[in-house]
């Protein structure tokens, strides 16, 4: 499975969603994911991908990761990835 | 002041998932303790207790409830939910925000503090579930019973050891007899039967192998339990007017401090809280037909226990029925005073007594009716929960029939 479909994966599983509903575009908040939601989710991918998220839920916008969509949370893991090697 | 009465009441414990159940299970003496069925078991010195048995979460709750939830949330939602049905009340605008949940636990989530230390420190783990703290706080249970009821009046946890329930109850008590609030819902809940939770209370040297054996020669200490129970407590003419049927009064308590040791009991401090709860009451020692004992099975609690109740009642002492039910579904520590509760209730109610079970010899430091071993039937009109916590923090409750 790739990095993407993992992500997504993760990612429906919490909005309880089929992976075929969350698109690039969606956002979290479109996809019903409260921020309980979101550190769980974080915590699921730290978890799959053996990485650290750097994610204070005091300051969401605050720092490198970027959950503004799917997309750009697909993006921050594949960098974090790339750097864990 | 108001008269309170209960109008509902619900539990999950080792003798059953439901009030009936476990009121069946009382009147038989049937006995819910057993061996231990946990990780690590075999690490144990102590391998019994009174563990709740056939329970699949999974059949109660979805998955992210259970992310939330601990086994003590876990027992306490299920008991509110009938005792909740039970009183066939809904809390909704006024009465929703007048009405709030104060429930009793020692521990807390105990599993999910042991779950995750395991985690970390045997397992080398360095991540943890974010919910590891909204699961594990002692008020979890209580802010989840009022997000599922509605309940936005006064709640919180009390936490005194084994008193925690009874302390509980009396401050749900107070507050609907003083009119703080018209409905309360109360009890506590315990679920410490996991490695670390059992561990803990081995170190002291106070837990028995074999079997609880409350006032009886020869008892060698406690036996945990696990489980909850959680009533509705309600302003009489509250009840009255929406047609609700109560299962008694709740006529009194008082709460008293040893300020002595913290695990030794006290026959003043004891002594001190019955006959502070019959004085709150207005009730005569004479009246009371049964006391729940707090009866933990230990050396020291139960000579104690009744050379308070001596003490307090004089010659009626010998009259009255006095019966620890910890000998069935053990000492479910924060919860047992709510699980309890069901035994009085009983007693008014059903006019049976429920019975010490694994009573062998009468120990001449505890002469009093204990009832021993077979469950009796008497009418009793005025009964009495005692319980008497480490750290010597006594609650009594006063029940009467309506």
């Keep these: 499975m790739s990095i993407r479909d993992k992500v997504i994966a993760i990612i429906a599983e919490q909005a309880l969603l089929e992976p075929a509903d969350v698109t690039d575009s969606s956002t979290l908040e479109s996809l019903g994911i409260d921020s309980l939601g979101l550190v769980e989710s974080i915590f699921a991918i730290e978890e799959a991908f053996d990485i650290s998220v750097p994610f204070n839920a005091n300051e969401p916008s605050a720092g490198d990761f970027d959950i503004s969509s799917v997309a750009s949370i697909i993006a921050g893991i594949e960098t974090l990835i790339s750097q864990r090697t | ?402």
Aim: glycine share 12%; aromatic share 6%.
């Design chain 2, 1 to 402: 002041m108001n008269r309170v009465v209960i109008t509902g009441a619900g539990t999950i414990n080792a003798l059953g998932h439901s009030v009936p159940d476990t009121l069946a299970a009382m009147r038989e003496g049937r006995c819910g303790i057993g061996p231990l069925e946990f990780r690590d078991v075999e690490r144990l010195s102590i391998r019994i207790g009174g563990q709740v048995r056939g329970f699949e979460p999974q059949e109660q709750f979805n998955r992210q409830q259970l992310s939330l939830y601990d086994r003590f949330t876990q027992f306490t939602l299920i008991a509110a939910k009938q005792a909740i049905d039970q009183a066939g009340i809904e809390f909704s605008d006024e009465l929703a925000a007048r009405a709030g949940v104060v429930l009793g636990t020692a521990g807390g989530g105990v599993s999910t503090w042991d779950d995750n230390y395991r985690s970390v420190y045997e397992d080398g783990k360095n991540r943890v579930h974010p919910f590891v703290v909204p699961r594990l706080m002692n008020n979890a249970a209580a802010s989840h019973v009022s997000m599922e009821y509605n309940l936005k009046g006064p709640s919180f946890t009390v936490s005194t050891a084994c008193a925690s329930s009874n302390h509980a109850m009396a401050q749900a008590f107070a507050m609907v007899r003083s009119g703080l609030a018209p409905v309360m819902v109360t009890g506590g809940s315990e679920s410490m039967l996991c490695f670390g939770g059992v561990k803990a209370w081995e170190g002291l040297r106070v837990m028995s192998r074999d079997a609880c054996r409350p006032f009886s020669l020869g008892r060698n200490g406690m036996v945990q339990g696990e489980g909850a129970g959680i009533f509705v407590f309600e302003e009489y003419e509250h009840a009255r007017a929406r047609g609700a049927e109560p299962l008694c009064e709740v006529a009194g308590f008082s709460m008293s401090s040893d300020a002595a040791d913290i695990v030794m009991p006290s026959k003043q401090g004891a002594a001190r809280a019955i006959s502070g709860a019959l004085r709150d009451g207005r009730i005569a020692p004479e009246d009371v037909g049964y006391i729940n004992a707090h009866g933990t099975g230990t050396n020291a609690n139960d000579k104690t226990e009744c050379a308070a109740v001596a003490d307090v009642f004089g010659a009626h002492a010998d009259q009255l029925m006095i019966s620890s039910t910890k000998s069935m579904h053990g000492h479910l520590i924060g919860g047992t005073g709510a699980v309890e509760l069901l035994a009085c209730i009983m007693a008014l109610r059903d006019g049976v007594i429920a019975p010490t079970i694994g009573y062998e010899e009468p120990d001449p430091e505890c002469a009093l009716d204990v009832v021993p071993n077979q469950a009796r039937e008497a009418k009793v009109s005025v009964v009495l929960s005692n319980a008497f916590a480490f750290g010597g923090l006594n609650a009594v409750l006063a029940l009467r029939k309506v």
